[in-house]
């Protein structure tokens, strides 16, 4: 094997490889022996086939396989001998070869950069603590009880209060004309929980069954339909029912119906999962100090190609973004937001190396135990679907592999932050959870559905991907989303 460097700057390679025509041709021969050890062919016995009838016959399949298992050789040994390791897959372009002749082709590909040595004693990470108070458990409980709340038809003299449904019929117009979308009968609506555009709700508090009235509303400017954002409209309501709202007392009595033994037991429970809730977010702030620390003191180039190739996801979704009308894009020209995601794309692929390298040398390893944890966890997200998300997993390795990344990276954050240099600092719950606008991921929208009433504050959402739709968690705008890993 011949190797010609042709170009080298910075972290770009390129090559030129000859694999020598008699190392081709006796891959072939021996290729074709293979074959005919295993071959039956009429008038001859296994083994005693004459190369020239091999050839004719599966010359060119063999010839195929043998150029593919040739090149891949040469790379990999190209790859060792000269210390190198492609951050992305090496582009490949076989430029000349003949039935008989040297094969020649073409190699490039951006290498992994040497990183720098970090003495982990020398990042300084705040470790922040926190109570959890009375009042906030109290708090907790008060959720508990109303996610157990249920709903009873009052007296037809009742009238609404916020917190009660009423049982609607409405009809939505824009300039005395019904629009699409704007149609429902028998609908329940909760009063004050804000599942309707502002103000609809509140204009309905004070009404009995029986009542028809009309709804003033001004549709929101970033409204998902352009022909009635910041559009006035009025919608005619009937009310059929109220239905009064009753929700359990946080006793005893309610404790042991969710299996606890007592109201101190289930609060001593609210209160771990409320600790457990701030203990991810001081740990997320420590994470975005840990990211920002690595991005002041750790400097190297990064790989080209890793770069584009995440600035080319977060543009796709900031495009998506502009398109669902995203505010957070306001008043920033293509050339701004260019700019300024190139630097997050930098930043994210940057925090990657380092954070593979520390993994690396230290040998920190994805377990199987983790892994069926993290699909668990998916799992969970989809009840009563359990069984359909790990056949999901079990026929789709890739989809496995797609986990193995996340929790590698949150294995090796802990290491680092274990390592670190930690100065306790005690927050308050607010400075807590403040968010940072620089943590979170950053993955694409996913498309709306199609509309169901037009009255909503927004529609739900169709998952693009083969799993069952899972519960809906608030989402963040995509600007932000995309800002946030970095």
Avoid: C
Wanted: proline share 4%.
């Amino acid at each position: 094997m011949k190797v010609t460097e042709k170009k080298q700057e910075g972290l770009h390679h390129s090559f030129e490889v000859v694999v020598a025509a008699e190392d081709i041709e006796r891959q072939i021969d021996n290729e074709l022996s293979a074959v005919g050890q295993r071959t039956k062919i009429p008038g001859f016995r296994p083994g005693h086939v004459p190369m020239n009838i091999l050839r004719q016959r599966y010359g060119k399949d063999v010839m195929g396989d043998v150029i593919q298992n040739s090149v891949n050789k040469a790379t990999r040994e190209l790859i060792t001998e000269r210390d190198l390791r492609p951050a992305l897959q090496p582009d490949i372009n076989i430029t000349d070869y003949e039935e008989g002749g040297d094969l020649k082709f073409e190699l490039s590909f951006d290498a992994l950069p040497e990183v720098p040595e970090v003495k982990y004693e020398d990042i300084e990470i705040t470790k922040y603590t926190f109570d959890v108070d009375e009042k906030e458990v109290n708090e907790g409980l008060e959720r508990l009880a109303s996610q157990r709340k249920h709903f009873h038809t009052a007296s037809e003299d009742t009238k609404a209060k916020e917190g009660d449904a009423v049982v609607i019929d409405f009809v939505g117009k824009k300039d005395g004309e019904p629009f699409q979308g704007g149609t429902a009968k028998g609908h329940t609506l909760e009063l004050g929980a804000g599942q309707f555009i502002p103000g609809f709700e509140e204009q309905l508090v004070g009404t009995k069954a029986g009542d028809e009235v009309e709804v003033k509303v001004t549709f929101p400017e970033q409204y998902h339909s352009a022909d009635l954002a910041g559009q006035d409209a009025v919608f005619e309501v009937t009310v059929h029912e109220v239905k009064e709202v009753h929700a359990p007392v946080a006793d005893d009595a309610f404790a042991e119906s969710l299996g606890f033994e007592s109201l101190d037991k289930l609060k001593d429970a609210v209160r771990e999962q409320i600790a457990s809730e701030y203990e991810q977010a001081a740990r997320n702030k420590a994470k975005k100090e840990l990211f920002d620390w690595m991005d002041e003191n750790v400097s190297f180039d990064v790989p080209a190609a890793m770069k584009n190739m995440e600035f080319d996801a977060i543009w796709k979704q900031l495009q998506e973004a502009k398109e669902q009308g995203d505010p957070s894009l306001d008043g920033k020209s293509d050339d701004e937001l260019r700019e300024e995601y190139e630097r997050i794309a930098e930043r994210r692929v940057r925090l990657g190396i380092f954070l593979s390298e520390v993994g690396r040398k230290n040998s920190l390893q994805v377990t199987k135990e983790e892994l069926t944890n993290a699909i668990m966890q998916q799992a969970r997200m989809f009840p009563g679907q359990e069984e359909k998300i790990f056949e999901f997993y079990q026929q789709n390795p890739n989809h496995v592999d797609e986990l193995r990344g996340p929790i590698m990276e949150e294995k090796t954050v802990d290491f680092v932050l274990d390592k670190a240099k930690r100065t306790e600092k005690k927050v308050s719950v607010e400075e807590l959870l403040a968010p940072e606008g620089e943590e979170g991921e950053a993955k694409p929208k996913k498309k709306a559905a199609a509309k169901k009433s037009t009255a909503k504050k927004s529609t739900e959402k169709k998952s693009t991907a083969k799993k069952p739709a899972a519960k809906k968690t608030a989402a963040k705008k995509p600007a932000e989303k995309a800002k946030k890993q970095a």
